[in-house]
């Protein structure tokens, strides 16, 4: 699987059961990456994908509580409302990528992506601007 994740410069990810921040230029950025992939989340996150009507998002879009464990290889999972680490993850070598996006600023937080990425190779760093961030970066890792 191919996870993507947002964090602040704290890799926090949600406060109060809340994320942290959201950008609509961001989402256009991820469908754009996806392509014709499937791209599976949770219901929570999927509130905010379905403001996009567009027939990409009908396609692609697969919304399961239990995406983590169904999502199969090549396949993109966008994971916010949990911690992700060893608890999210007990089982990390379904993961063959990582996508971090940084909204390149701290906020309030309580939950943090604690996935480990030393042993990963960071391949591709891309900064753009947001609807409503300066500038978002986008970081790829892969094992």
């Known amino acids: 699987m191919i996870l993507i994740v947002c964090v602040d410069d704290n890799k926090g990810m949600m406060f109060n059961h ?4 959201q950008d ?4 256009r950025h991820i469908l754009d990456r996806v392509g014709d992939a499937k791209l599976w989340m949770n219901g929570y996150s999927a509130k905010m994908f379905e403001k996009d009507e567009s027939e990409q998002v009908r396609k692609c879009l697969i919304v399961d509580e239990d995406f983590l464990k169904k999502a199969a290889k ?3 999972c966008f994971a916010e409302s949990d911690p992700c680490g060893k ?5 990390t070598t379904q993961v063959d990528s990582v996508i971090l996006y940084k909204w390149n600023r701290v906020y309030p937080a309580d939950q943090y992506f604690a996935m480990d990425l030393s042993g ?5 760093t891309v900064e753009f601007p947001g609807s409503s961030h300066e500038k ?4 790829r890792y892969e094992r």
Do not use: A, C, H, N
């Open 74 to 76: 090549g396949e993109y």
């Open 18 to 21: 809340r994320r942290q921040s």
């Open 24 to 27: 609509r230029v961001l989402r």
């Open 87 to 91: 608890d999210m993850f007990p089982d």
């Open 120 to 124: 990963w190779k960071l391949v591709e």
């Open 136 to 139: 978002i970066t986008e970081e």
